[in-house]
């Protein structure tokens, strides 16, 4: 008896005539068993009973070794390696056995079954048929009529998708070929069909599916290799057209069209690695040089010049270049309005730019493609803290300088503005209150813009002198009226000048 989900029972569940393999008794005379071999099956019987397979293989292969004429043992290791998965290995040894045994219904029944997933539909019919010449048993009779019904259906759907492919109506050929596959599972080139098929409807990721299928069903298949390598290509990803061609070499060296694609592969994939450490390294301007190689190395393929000028115009936002940050990514955005890294790159740009209201739309655009995105959240908070901030005071503009302005340009800018607008400049009193108000707010400018953390307040903001900002509400200890900034001398931080006020 086999015990209820046994190794051996799940087996049968699958190929229902493995049960044999358990109740089979082997014929000593017939069969020349010499009592190594009679040891050797019955422990392998055993152990794949007990779902050791490797052991029970190991056991088997012995009991072949032995006696090469023992079609009882070629039929059990098939079995094992039919439960290893391993179809390939299985069908020689089922064909020996039936060399052997002619009359063994059991196993022509299960090259038939192997056969028709392999797509060897004239084959697996004459299997098919002789079983059914041979005085089968009522369940052998009843399985190998139902197998040449299949089969013969799956004649008919082969013919109606060559028909389709021929006719180009590739959907048609698609649908007759689903449906075979679904019987012939290991028919490699009605994959490379479909796949075809998937190539000409804009369906690559389906193609390679199929192809990574067939380059497995079929040995040494470097031609799907070579197609699964320039679909990867054509999507843009290098790194997986690299490893897949380099596959096709591992199997012919000397394979033309292989080795022109891959030294293509790989001048590209050198390139894009490359600009990538740049850019982690901070070192945009050589990055954007690296992708402007990528373009020029690969001008045919569109998802290339795309993701290269996606990348450059990374680089200019990260570089504090807007205006050619936003050209680029503008470029990029009317090839692909839903790129969502170039949304965010142009929103950044914008914010330099003090184009707010612009900058404000780029993340609301972004954020509809990726609401869990937190630095789109973030990007969005402070652009309308900065839309907010802008209709108030805004120390840039007082001081005239960019938001990208080095520590340098603020104290010049300072300076100067300082010189003109200092109160002792003026004599007539509303001129004077006028420039007194303009002093501090310049004053006020090159506090917080030379100081690096309430910079940083402003820029996220924040304005670290005005009371509302602050969070707690209550009195602003930065707040200084003209009073306080008597005496002052804006011109002390390492001029070679110093300038003496004298206030009334």
């Given at each position: 008896?086999?015990?209820?989900?046994?190794?051996?029972?799940?087996?049968?569940?699958?190929?229902?005539?493995?049960?044999?393999?358990?109740?089979?008794?082997?014929?000593?005379?017939?069969?020349?068993?010499?009592?190594?071999?009679?040891?050797?099956?019955?422990?392998?019987?055993?152990?794949?009973?007990?779902?050791?397979?490797?052991?029970?293989l190991s056991q088997f292969?012995?009991?072949?070794?032995?006696?090469?004429?023992?079609?009882?043992?070629?039929?059990?290791?098939?079995?094992?390696?039919?439960?290893?998965?391993?179809?390939?290995?299985?069908?020689?040894?089922?064909?020996?056995?039936?060399?052997?045994?002619?009359?063994?219904?059991?196993?022509?029944?299960?090259?038939?079954?192997?056969?028709?997933?392999?797509?060897?539909?004239?084959?697996?019919?004459d299997d098919f048929k002789?079983?059914?010449?041979?005085?089968?048993?009522?369940?052998?009779?009843?399985?190998?009529?139902?197998?040449?019904?299949?089969?013969?259906?799956?004649?008919?759907?082969?013919?109606?998708?060559?028909?389709?492919?021929?006719?180009?109506?590739?959907?048609?050929?698609?649908?007759?070929?689903?449906?075979?596959?679904?019987?012939?599972?290991?028919?490699?080139?009605?994959?490379?069909?479909?796949?075809?098929?998937?190539?000409?409807?804009?369906?690559?990721?389906?193609?390679?599916?199929?192809?990574?299928?067939?380059?497995?069903?079929?040995?040494?298949?470097?031609?799907?290799?070579?197609?699964?390598?320039?679909?990867?290509?054509?999507?843009?990803?290098?790194?997986?057209?690299?490893?897949?061609?380099?596959?096709?070499?591992?199997?012919?060296?000397?394979?033309?069209?292989?080795?022109?694609?891959?030294?293509?592969?790989?001048?590209?994939?050198?390139?894009?690695?490359?600009?990538?450490?740049?850019?982690?390294?901070?070192?945009?301007?050589?990055?954007?040089?690296?992708?402007?190689?990528?373009?020029?190395?690969?001008?045919?393929?569109?998802?290339?010049?795309?993701?290269?000028?996606e990348r450059i115009c990374?680089?200019?936002?990260?570089?504090?270049?807007?205006?050619?940050?936003?050209?680029?990514?503008?470029?990029?955005?009317?090839?692909?309005?839903?790129?969502?890294?170039?949304?965010?790159?142009?929103?950044?740009?914008?914010?330099?730019?003090?184009?707010?209201?612009?900058?404000?739309?780029?993340?609301?655009?972004?954020?509809?493609?990726?609401?869990?995105?937190?630095?789109?959240?973030?990007?969005?908070?402070?652009?309308?803290?900065?839309?907010?901030?802008?209709?108030?005071?805004?120390?840039?503009?007082?001081?005239?300088?960019?938001?990208?302005?080095?520590?340098?340009?603020?104290?010049?800018?300072?300076?100067?503005?300082?010189?003109?607008?200092?109160?002792?400049?003026?004599?007539?009193?509303?001129?004077?209150?006028?420039?007194?108000?303009?002093?501090?707010?310049?004053?006020?400018?090159?506090?917080?813009?030379?100081?690096?953390?309430?910079?940083?307040?402003?820029?996220?903001?924040?304005?670290?002198?005005?009371?509302?900002?602050?969070?707690?509400?209550?009195?602003?200890?930065?707040?200084?009226?003209?009073?306080?900034?008597?005496?002052?001398?804006?011109?002390?931080?390492?001029?070679?000048?110093?300038?003496?006020?004298?206030?009334?």
């Amino acid at each position: 008896m086999v015990a209820p989900g046994s190794v051996t029972s799940r087996l049968g569940s699958v190929f229902p005539f493995l049960l044999v393999l358990v109740d089979l008794q082997y014929e000593g005379a017939e069969c020349g068993v010499n009592a190594d071999v009679d040891k050797h099956l019955e422990l392998g019987k055993k152990l794949l009973a007990a779902g050791q397979l490797a052991d029970a293989l190991s056991q088997f292969h012995a009991a072949v070794d032995g006696d090469p004429d023992n079609y009882i043992a070629y039929y059990r290791r098939a079995t094992v390696f039919l439960a290893m998965g391993k179809s390939k290995a299985a069908l020689p040894d089922l064909t020996k056995v039936i060399e052997l045994k002619m009359d063994f219904t059991a196993a022509r029944l299960q090259r038939g079954h192997l056969l028709l997933k392999q797509g060897k539909l004239d084959e697996a019919e004459d299997d098919f048929k002789k079983v059914l010449k041979s005085n089968p048993s009522e369940n052998e009779e009843k399985e190998a009529q139902s197998q040449l019904i299949k089969s013969d259906e799956m004649q008919r759907l082969r013919s109606q998708a060559l028909d389709a492919f021929e006719s180009s109506d590739y959907i048609a050929a698609i649908t007759f070929l689903d449906k075979i596959l679904e019987v012939c599972v290991w028919d490699a080139e009605l994959r490379e069909l479909r796949a075809e098929c998937f190539i000409k409807e804009g369906e690559p990721r389906k193609a390679i599916s199929d192809l990574k299928a067939a380059s497995k069903l079929k040995n040494d298949n470097t031609e799907a290799f070579y197609k699964i390598s320039t679909l990867y290509y054509e999507l843009g990803d290098h790194e997986l057209s690299l490893s897949e061609v380099r596959e096709c070499l591992k199997l012919d060296q000397d394979h033309k069209r292989c080795f022109a694609h891959y030294k293509q592969v790989k001048k590209l994939n050198k390139l894009i690695k490359s600009a990538e450490e740049l850019i982690k390294e901070g070192r945009y301007t050589d990055a954007t040089s690296k992708y402007e190689s990528v373009m020029k190395t690969e001008p045919s393929v569109s998802e290339y010049t795309i993701r290269s000028k996606e990348r450059i115009c990374h680089c200019f936002s990260k570089d504090e270049k807007p205006v050619e940050a936003i050209r680029v990514c503008s470029e990029v955005l009317q090839m692909e309005p839903d790129n969502v890294n170039a949304l965010k790159d142009r929103a950044e740009a914008y914010l330099i730019e003090e184009m707010y209201d612009e900058a404000i739309q780029d993340y609301e655009t972004a954020q509809e493609h990726n609401e869990n995105d937190q630095q789109i959240r973030e990007g969005l908070e402070k652009a309308q803290r900065l839309l907010k901030q802008s209709q108030k005071r805004d120390y840039y503009k007082i001081l005239g300088v960019k938001r990208n302005a080095k520590k340098q340009e603020i104290i010049k800018a300072y300076r100067k503005l300082a010189l003109q607008w200092h109160p002792d400049n003026f004599q007539n009193e509303e001129e004077k209150k006028k420039a007194e108000k303009k002093f501090i707010d310049i004053a006020a400018a090159k506090e917080v813009l030379s100081d690096p953390e309430m910079r940083k307040k402003f820029d996220d903001g924040e304005d670290p002198l005005d009371a509302e900002s602050q969070q707690g509400g209550g009195g602003n200890p930065f707040h200084r009226s003209w009073n306080s900034w008597q005496g002052f001398n804006p011109f002390s931080s390492g001029g070679p000048f110093r300038f003496k006020f004298h206030f009334n």
